[in-house]
């Protein structure tokens, strides 16, 4: 296709996106402040969200939305970045919980109800505790069972939850079991195993409660919310904005030009070759940037367990079922040999213009058992052969492939080719998936890179049918190290299709170091400095045995339109914390620009 044709298909997708935006919202009769502003344009990358159920979301897409329509147990305040009941979207208005440490009692306001008029109450959060726990549901959950033994409804207003132990982290599970109007969803659902694969998950929602109230959902174009006139926990007293709209935009880049053109709000997270040029609109009044450590890293899991036939970690007593091994991944020699293999600052250059963030293990630089001088794999090219060589893998018919020969767990021969699928869309990750292709290659690792749909992406993670997936994952906030890593490798949570230990990883001193590290009673009450000290460790082997390579995490470079008035980002709380407050006059401020 010759240049000038790109362009103009280029410009045809601004144009109907453009056209797109022109939404219409019945005004709200009561008031000139309830739905008075203009809607909120919000990006969504690529693809379209999978379930507005938040039992069985496992997608940043979808649990997006999901935050704008459902309440939650107890929310985070923006001032102190801490579950604190009472704050804004929270139904717990205080709790106690007992001398020995297991039992949450907790009391939730009356003077809230889902839009269809129903009371919210105990049973709404029961219904899912109840639905995670049955087996029944494909969710990804089931990591809270970790800590929540059970949920009792003392009366409509008072929950009694029992945790297995005493639990540093406790809040982070009891917290992270969704609300949802379980009128509905009991008559939707007549058991759990209903939901699984119902069209309902999609359709129309006719009790949501939050600032805003489920609209339509179109497929492969935006999901459209409205301003609920009777959220009770708006900012100024009334949701401003009429509206919420996601919409649909193909890859990183073309979100940039959508916001020039002002056919969207803001940008969530700018990519690296464009930050200077949004910087320097934010020098010039054109834009409001705000910039703040991520919450989330980029990494590649490595599917150490036999991709042919996906197991459970665990069977039903806690005991481990034999899994079989990668072919190829399930050596650590092989793993290792690929960090060493990974040049970070030909990456970081060519693909995150300089502006990525190297990481050693499973955290966060801004975390409070960040280890510093956890060492980096070096770029080392004899040592990746080496491991190579003595994992049994040497390229015997000179053909630049190393085969099988004498490998533990693959067969005599195979050559050593690896499938390793991103999402389309991400250009930094679909770039940095062509440059690994050849950094591993030069190494003899032959991969089949392809970027893929969002959603089958997430689909193929959770079968653990794959060799290499990479993807980002979000931390918590606030969140602690035990959740962090048992979430992702405890074996527990080690289910095809369920659980976020995709990987199968089953280390015993591992699972040892989280549960000491998450115990009041061997960290000095949930000393912080001796929880490091154990996360020390458990870092260490993570490092070691290489189950996820951690690519990068970064400086997150958001924008918002020069025309947002009560724009607010805040670190751990993001940037639409208070967007039911935003005024966004876009003629009121381009005439008083000119």
Known sequence: MKRFSKVLVYSILVAMLAMATSITFAQDEEGPDTGSGDPIIAPNLGNDISTLNPI?????SSNTVIANILPTLIAISPETLSYEPGAAGGIVTDFTVSDDGLVYTMNLRDDWAWSDGTPITAADYVYSFEAIASGETTTSLTYVLDDVANVEALDDFTLEITTNSPSCEALDNITAIPVVPSHVYQEW?????????????????????????????RPGEQVTLTADADYPDAFTGNVIPEGWVFRNVANQQLIVEEFLSENLSYIGSVPSDRKD????????????????PATSVRFIALNTADPSNPQAGLDEDGNAIDQGFHPILGDVRVRQAMMHGLDWEEANQAVFNGEGIQLASHWLPTGFAYDPDLPFYEFDLEMADALLTEAGFTDSDGDGIRECN????????????????????????????????????????????????????????????????????????????????????????????????TTSTNIPRLNELTTQGNDPAQTNGCDIATRAEIYGEAYQILRDEVPWIWVSTSIVTAAGQPYIENWDPRPGVGLAWNDDSWIIDRAGFEAQSR
Do not use: H, K
């Not at 069985?56 to 940043?60: E, V």
């Not at 040029?277 to 703040?292: C, M, S």
């Not at 991969?447 to 049918?465: C, R």
């Open 406 to 501: 004498g490998c533990l767990y693959g067969e005599e021969g195979a050559p050593m080719t690896l499938d390793f699928v991103t999402n389309a869309g991400n250009t930094e990750n679909e770039a940095l998936g062509v440059l690994l292709q050849d950094q591993w290659g030069a190494i003899g690792i032959d991969l089949d890179f392809q970027a893929i749909d969002f959603g089958v992406l997430v689909d193929t993670l959770l079968s653990q049918t794959y060799d290499m997936v990479m993807i980002f994952w979000g931390f918590g906030f606030p969140s602690g190290p035990t959740g962090d890593i048992v979430t992702t490798f405890g074996p527990q949570n080690d289910v095809p299709e369920g659980g976020f230990n």
């Open 277 to 292: 040029e949004i910087r320097a609109l934010g020098d010039e009044g054109l834009a409001q940037v705000y910039e703040t």
């Open 56 to 60: 069985l979301s496992s997608d940043g």
């Open 189 to 217: 659902f007549p058991t759990f195993a209903d939901m699984n694969e119902s069209p309902r998950n999609l359709g129309v929602q006719p009790a949501t409660a939050d600032a805003w109230e489920f609209r339509n959902f």
